[in-house]
Nanobody, 121 residues
Framework: QVQLVESGGGLVQPGGSLRLSCVVS????????MGWYRQAPGKQRELVAS???????NYADSVKGRFTISRDNAKNTVYLQMNNLKPKNTAVYYC???????????????WGQGTQITVSS
């Protein structure tokens, strides 16, 4: 059974920083892309950033230059460093992993439970 567990959310003032972590555990044959999504109240879930197994990042235009995604393949962990946070960044942030649990299993997306980030003074 695969689990994704996020940590690092919370309340931060505008202009502040937070670092999210997501550890993937359980039955894992291979992890492909990993990423972070967010969902604000009344809005659809959207991609924030993703990173390939080789370390190539991709960012939503709204976070370029402020957020940095990285991963540690040895630890099955993906990180999101968020700087200069703005109130509009308030949302539940979800970790995502495209992975294959066992060698002959189909690869599919797995999700964490989400962590709340609130940017407010």
């Amino acid at each position: 059974q695969v689990q994704l567990v996020e940590s690092g959310g919370g309340l931060v003032q505008p202009g502040g920083s937070l670092r999210l972590s997501c550890v993937v555990s359980g039955s894992i044959f291979r992890i492909y892309a990993m990423g972070w999504y967010r969902q604000a109240p009344g809005k659809q879930r959207e991609l924030v950033a993703s990173i390939t197994s080789g370390g190539s990042p991709n960012y939503a235009d709204s976070v370029k230059g402020r957020f940095t995604i990285s991963r540690d393949n040895a630890k099955n962990t993906v990180y999101l460093q968020m700087n200069n946070l703005k109130p509009k960044n308030t949302a539940v942030y979800y970790c995502n992993a495209d992975l294959r649990p066992a060698r002959f299993d189909n690869r599919r997306d797995y999700w964490g439970q989400g962590t709340q980030i609130t940017v407010s003074s």
